[in-house]
C-alpha cells in the first residue's frame, strides 16, 4: 500500500515538474542566446545547437524553482483535497508521505551539484567551440553585411571592398586602430588575409596585410608587408562563473591560464619589456656602442647610436630616443653599410603587448647617405617588425612571468632602476587582479555548494508551506514559499559581493552565503516542527 502511495504522490511530482522544467528552460535559454546572436552574428545552423548549449546553465536556476513549485502544488492540493487527513487516519504518519518530496528534492540538489561543477561549464566550453569553429565565418558574414567587422573587445576594426571566405581574403582593406591614449591610426592594404587562432584560456587574430600604409598626424609611411596580432579573450567562458572545478583549480596554480589575469599581465610585461630595453640601450649608449638590431624576416640588420634614451610617459611602451641618432642600415644579402640615417629626434616602441614582442623605430626628418656618396633628407624614416633582443626576451618568458612582474618593482631584483610610474600603475592593477581572481573563486565555490546543498531545504520548505496553506488557492503555497527561496538567494548574493568586495572580509562574506542556508533551514525545521504537532 505505501508503495503505491508514494509512486502515485512521486508521479505526480514528476509530471508537474517536468512539464515546469521545460517551459522555464526554454524560456530562459532563448533568452541567453539572443545577445550571442546579436553580438557575434551566427548563423541560423548555430542558434538551435547553442540553446542546447546554453540549456545546462538555465537547469541550474530553474530545477530548484520546479522542484518548488512541483512540491508545493502536489502536496497542497493532496492536503486540500483531505487524502493527507485520510492517510493520517489510517495510520500512516505525515514524514512517511514526505518521502517522494524528499527523494525528490535530493535529486534535485544532487543534479544542481553536478550541473554547477561539472556540466553547465563543459556546456559553456562546448558553445565556445561551436562559434570559434566559424569564427572566421563570422568575421567575413559581418564584412558582408556591414561593411566592417570590429574583433571582440579589441581596438581593431576592419572595413573591406570585398570578401573572400573561400581564401580567408579581404580585398581593399582599412584597418581603424583606436589606441589607449584616444588617439586613432590607420592602416590602408590591398590584400588582407584573416586566421583566428583559438587557445583554451584566449584567442587570437593575425593579420596579414600585403603592400600596406600608415597613416597618422604627421604623414603615411609605407609599410610594405604588414602582420598584426591581437589577442581578444574567449567569446563566452572568460568569467570565473563558467569553469568547471579543475579548470577552478589550474587558475589557482597559474593565474595566467584565467583571461583577465592574463591581459593585465601581458600589459605589464609590455612595460616592463620597454623599460629593459631602455636601460639596455642607456647602457650602451653610454659605452659608446651601437646596439644591433635585426628585422623579423632577417633580411636587413641595424646598428642604432644615440646620446640616451627615456621612457615616454604620454605614448604606451615607447621610448624617446636623445641627441644626435645615427642608424646604420645593412641588407644582409649585400655587403658592407647600405644607408646610414641621421637625426635629431626620435623614438622606439613596442609595435603591441602580444607574445611575440616586436619593435618600432621612427626618426623625424633624417638625413641619409647611401653607399657610394648618394645623400638626401626624407620626412620620416620607419621600421617595422624588428625583433625584441634575445637576452632581455629570456627574462620575460612565460613560465616565470607573474613572478617576474611582481618583482620587478623592487629595484636590483629585475630592473636595475626603480620602475617609471607608468609599471608601477600596470603593477598595482595586476595585483587587484590577483586578489580579485581569488576572492571571486571563492565566492564562486561557496555560492555553488549553497544554491546546491540548500535547494532540499527550498524544496521541503514548499512542501510545508503547501500542506499548511491547504485552505487557500494553490498558488499561495507556491507564493508563499517562494518568499523564503528569495530571502536565501538574497544571502547568497549579498555573500558573494561581500566577498569579491576588498572593503569586507572574505570570510565574513562565506559566513554569509552560509547564513541563507541555515536560516531556510531554521524555518523548514519550525514549519514541520507544527505540521507533527497538528
Known amino acids: ?21 521545460v517551459a522555464l528552460a526554454m524560456m530562459v535559454s532563448v533568452g541567453m542566446v539572443v545577445p550571442t546572436v546579436v553580438e557575434y552574428g ?10 542546447g548549449y546554453f540549456l545546462p546553465i538555465t537547469l541550474t536556476f530553474v530545477l530548484p524553482m520546479s522542484a518548488l ?14 487524502e493527507l487527513d485520510a492517510c493520517r487516519a489510517s495510520g500512516i504518519s ?26 553547465t561549464p563543459s556546456f559553456v566550453h562546448r558553445s565556445e567551440r561551436s562559434v570559434k569553429s566559424n569564427a572566421e565565418q563570422i568575421l567575413f558574414r559581418n564584412i558582408q553585411r556591414h561593411g566592417y567587422y570590429v574583433l571582440p ?50 584567442n587570437k587574430a593575425v593579420i596579414a596585410a600585403e603592400e600596406a600604409y600608415r ?20 567569446l563566452l567562458g572568460d568569467s570565473i562563473s563558467f569553469k568547471d572545478i579543475e579548470e577552478i583549480k589550474r587558475i589557482q596554480a597559474d593565474k595566467l591560464y584565467y583571461y583577465p589575469i592574463r591581459e593585465r599581465a601581458m600589459q605589464a610585461r609590455a612595460q616592463l619589456a620597454a623599460e629593459l630595453l631602455a636601460e639596455r640601450l642607456n647602457a650602451a649608449f653610454t659605452a659608446g656602442q651601437p646596439v644591433l638590431l635585426e628585422e623579423a624576416d632577417g633580411s636587413r640588420m641595424y646598428a642604432l647610436q644615440a646620446e640616451g634614451c627615456q621612457i615616454n610617459p604620454r605614448k604606451e611602451y615607447t621610448l624617446t630616443l636623445t641627441g644626435r641618432i645615427v642608424l646604420e642600415q645593412r641588407d644582409r644579402y649585400r655587403e658592407g653599410l647600405t644607408v646610414r640615417y641621421t637625426s635629431q629626434s626620435g623614438s622606439m616602441s613596442l609595435q603591441d603587448n602580444s607574445e611575440n614582442l616586436r619593435l618600432e623605430l621612427l626618426l623625424d626628418r633624417p638625413a641619409w647617405e647611401r653607399t657610394g656618396g648618394i645623400t638626401g633628407t626624407t620626412p620620416r624614416k620607419y621600421v617595422n617588425d624588428v625583433l625584441y633582443p634575445k637576452p632581455l626576451a629570456a627574462k620575460l618568458e612565460t613560465a616565470a612571468l607573474l613572478e617576474t612582474l611582481l ?28 586578489a580579485k581572481t ?8 561557496h555560492s555553488r555548494l549553497v544554491l546546491g546543498v540548500g535547494a532540499v531545504s527550498i524544496i521541503m520548505t514548499g512542501i510545508a508551506l503547501g500542506i499548511w496553506i491547504r485552505g487557500g488557492h494553490l498558488l499561495s503555497a507556491f507564493g508563499a514559499s517562494s518568499i523564503p527561496a528569495g530571502i536565501f538567494i538574497v544571502f547568497i548574493m549579498a555573500g558573494k559581493q561581500m566577498i569579491k568586495s576588498s572593503a569586507t572580509s572574505d570570510i565574513l562574506g562565506a559566513a554569509t552565503i552560509w547564513a541563507g542556508f541555515l536560516l531556510i533551514t531554521a524555518v523548514m525545521l519550525v514549519i514541520y516542527r507544527k505540521l507533527m504537532r497538528t
Open 215 to 234: 597613416f597618422d598626424e604627421l604623414s603615411p609611411v609605407f609599410l610594405g608587408r604588414l602582420t598584426v596580432e591581437e589577442v581578444f579573450p574567449p
Open 153 to 202: 573587445r579589441s581596438r581593431f576594426r576592419l572595413y573591406a571592398d570585398n570578401v573572400a571566405p573561400d581564401k580567408n581574403l579581404l580585398e581593399g582593406v582599412v584597418i581603424v586602430e583606436s589606441r589607449p591614449d584616444s588617439s586613432f591610426r590607420v592602416f590602408t592594404a590591398q590584400l588582407v588575409k584573416v586566421a583566428i587562432e583559438t587557445h583554451s584560456a584566449y
Open 42 to 51: 551566427v548563423g541560423p545552423n548555430q542558434i538551435l545547437r547553442l540553446i
Open 94 to 119: 505525515l514524514m512517511v508521505l514526505l518521502y517522494p518530496g524528499i527523494s525528490l528534492a535530493i535529486l534535485v540538489a544532487a543534479a544542481n551539484l553536478i550541473l554547477s561543477f561539472y556540466i
Open 69 to 82: 513549485f512541483a512540491g508545493s502544488i502536489v502536496y497542497g492540493r493532496f492536503a486540500a483535497d483531505r
Open 438 to 445: 581569488d576572492r571571486e573563486i571563492m565566492a564562486e565555490v
Open 407 to 434: 618583482q620587478a618593482d623592487q629595484p636590483g631584483k629585475v630592473l636595475q632602476n626603480p620602475p617609471s610610474p607608468a609599471y608601477t600603475t600596470i603593477l598595482q592593477m595586476l595585483r587587484r587582479a590577483l
Open 1 to 21: 500500500m505505501l508503495f503505491t502511495l508514494h509512486r502515485y504522490i512521486f508521479q505526480e511530482l514528476l509530471r508537474v515538474f517536468v512539464l515546469t522544467t
